[in-house]
């Protein structure tokens, strides 16, 4: 039993509360990866709003600030813990009893619209990127229930930012993105691209949730859906996450874009205060059980590990 978990926002919470990543009273640390059986966890430097709310106005600082203070610190002072930037590090750090870290950025504010920033974010050894977050940016415009918001398409910018991105090896995130925005990029990507922690829009109608067409689209181009653990997103005005409902978005999301496109991407300390029947990542193998009841043992381990490492394959490099 293995896993990878395409989301979580465990390092904001380090670098603001100053605990670290050995052990912490979060949904993730060096522990609880390890217990859940974790083979490779992405973490995401979330870019919190700024001081009024709105897109931070000093998120490139921002960012650096949580790389350098507290990202590579981290995974420096674990041992347990080591980087990866493509798939052969993921197999050389398993091979070597180590948890592969692949860092994220959520969201792509802080290249202000500069091209070149794509490439300084990949050399500091960013992997993925989620395109926005719940404002508009020099990309595009965040998901919404207004149909007029909703349909707006990818800035100029954020063509030329998916592609050189994908050029690059940089995963795309469509988690946080309009609909307009999510069929462009369908339109320019060349590899797969992922909505790292997203659920199933025809089982709860909430704005960061995916229709089926989408999930259809995004399987058709070879990437997936990471599922988001907040019980928002799994069930409208619940504040209760349960095992059954994660499996009915998986079901659901197997039957409709195939069993190849879904995986995990769990929010980890992003999602507040809801209450999850598997407690935190320790729980993760309850999880791999219950999925046993639905799928072969083969598709479990897809699901698990599997699809993420075929998009790692395909789309990070
Ligand atoms: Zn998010």
């Known amino acids: 039993m293995k896993f990878i978990d395409l989301h979580c926002d465990t390092i904001l919470g380090c670098h603001r509360g100053g605990y670290g990543l050995a052990e912490n009273g979060g949904h993730i640390d060096v522990r609880k990866l390890k217990a859940g059986h974790a083979l490779a966890q992405f973490f995401a430097i979330f870019i919190s709003p700024g001081p009024d709310g709105g897109l931070n106005p000093k998120s490139y600082e921002f960012f650096n600030d949580v790389y350098e203070k507290t990202y590579l610190p981290e995974i420096e002072k674990n041992p347990e813990l080591a980087h990866a930037y493509c798939y052969d590090d993921i197999i050389k750090n398993e091979a070597e009893g180590k948890i592969s870290s692949i860092l994220t950025i959520e969201d792509s504010v802080p290249l202000e619209g500069r091209i070149e920033r794509v490439d300084e974010f990949y050399k500091k050894g960013v992997r993925l990127m989620t395109l926005t977050w719940n404002y508009e940016n020099s990309l595009g ?11 707006k398409g990818l800035k100029d910018f954020g063509v030329e930012a998916v592609i050189r991105m994908q050029e ?28 790292s922690h997203s659920c199933a829009r025809a089982l709860c109608n909430h704005q960061r949730d995916l229709w089926d067409d989408q999930l259809r689209a995004l399987a058709k181009n070879g990437g997936m859906v990471g599922l988001n653990f907040l019980s928002a997103f799994l069930t409208e005005n619940s504040n209760e996450t349960t095992i059954a409902r994660c499996m009915e978005h998986i079901v659901h999301i197997a039957n409709v874009a195939g069993v190849d496109s879904v ?3 769990s929010d980890f300390d992003g999602i507040g205060d809801c209450k999850l029947e598997f407690g935190d ?19 479990v381990d897809k699901i698990c590990y599997g699809n993420a490492l075929r998009v790692i394959r395909e789309s990070m490099k």
Not at 281 to 299: I, N, R, T, V
């Open 168 to 195: 690059l090896g940089i995963i795309v995130d469509v988690s946080h993105l309009n609909e307009g925005g999510f069929w462009d990029v369908v339109k320019y990507a060349k590899k797969p691209f992922v909505a």
């Open 281 to 299: 990542y320790a729980g993760m193998p309850m999880l791999a059980d219950a999925l046993g009841k639905h799928f072969s043992a083969a598709e």
């Open 141 to 151: 415009f965040p998901s919404s229930m207004d149909p007029e918001l909703a349909k």
């Open 263 to 265: 995986g995990f991407g």
